[in-house]
T-cell receptor, first 111, second 116 residues
């Protein structure tokens, strides 16, 4: 089955700096790669996703890149703000199938 | 956007009792629903995949007789934790997928189960 590795497990940045979280996956059949932000006790919130036919996608301060050959994808957050502090999960799936989650990255943005 | 509800949001039960959690898609037909479990400071782990009208598919290590899943309609799936024990205490989250969606799944708000 699919195995998703996520690094780092914790990340601390100064407000205004950039944050990068990286994930690798093992199943070449995976074609959907979402990123979720989860606050304590709440559901995961989709912040951005990318499909296997696209190499990069950007939405304001958030971007995701995908390298299908190397089977890795990354989340980039620019101009970080304290409200970006949360746990971020990457995931991989084949469309319509269950999501396989990485272990999560706890991001702390300090003012 | 698509909305998924989950009920109850929190439940406390005594060891040995059973608890039912409902997951509903409010504005779309969910052909597939997924049940995840999340322990504190850990990731979401898939427990089972539920397709409307058929038996659920359980992940390795998940006891199907303990976690009963019923997906009787295109808008409702239920998870029943039978003979609950303290180690079953966790955050249970469902997600739903519809045939009109190409990729995205929609999550319910989760149910915090505490077994005393």
């Amino acid at each position: 089955g699919e195995n998703v590795e996520q690094h780092p497990s914790t990340l601390s940045v100064q407000e205004g700096d950039s944050a990068v979280i990286k994930c690798t996956y093992s199943d070449s059949a995976s074609n959907y790669f979402p990123w979720y932000k989860q606050e304590l006790g709440k559901r995961p919130q989709l912040i951005i996703d990318i499909r296997s036919n696209v190499g990069e996608k950007k939405d304001q301060r958030i971007a995701v890149t995908l390298n299908k050959t190397a089977k890795h994808f990354s989340l980039h957050i620019t101009e970080t703000q304290p409200e970006d502090s949360a746990v971020y999960f990457c995931a991989a799936s084949n469309s319509g199938y269950a999501l396989n989650f990485g272990k999560g990255t706890s991001l702390l943005v300090t003012p | 956007g698509a909305v998924v509800s989950q009920h109850p949001s929190r439940v406390i039960c005594k060891s040995g009792t059973s608890v039912k959690i409902e997951c509903r898609s409010l504005d779309f037909q969910a052909t597939t629903m997924f049940w995840y479990r999340q322990f504190p400071k850990q990731s979401l782990m898939l427990m089972a995949t539920s397709n409307e009208g058929s038996k659920a598919t359980y992940e390795q290590g998940v006891e199907k007789d303990k976690f009963l899943i019923n997906h009787a309609s295109l808008t409702l799936s239920t998870l029943t934790v039978t003979s609950a024990h303290p180690e079953d205490s966790s955050f249970y989250i469902c997600s739903a997928y519809g045939t009109t969606f190409n990729y995205e799944q929609y999550f319910g708000p989760g149910t915090r189960l505490t077994v005393t």
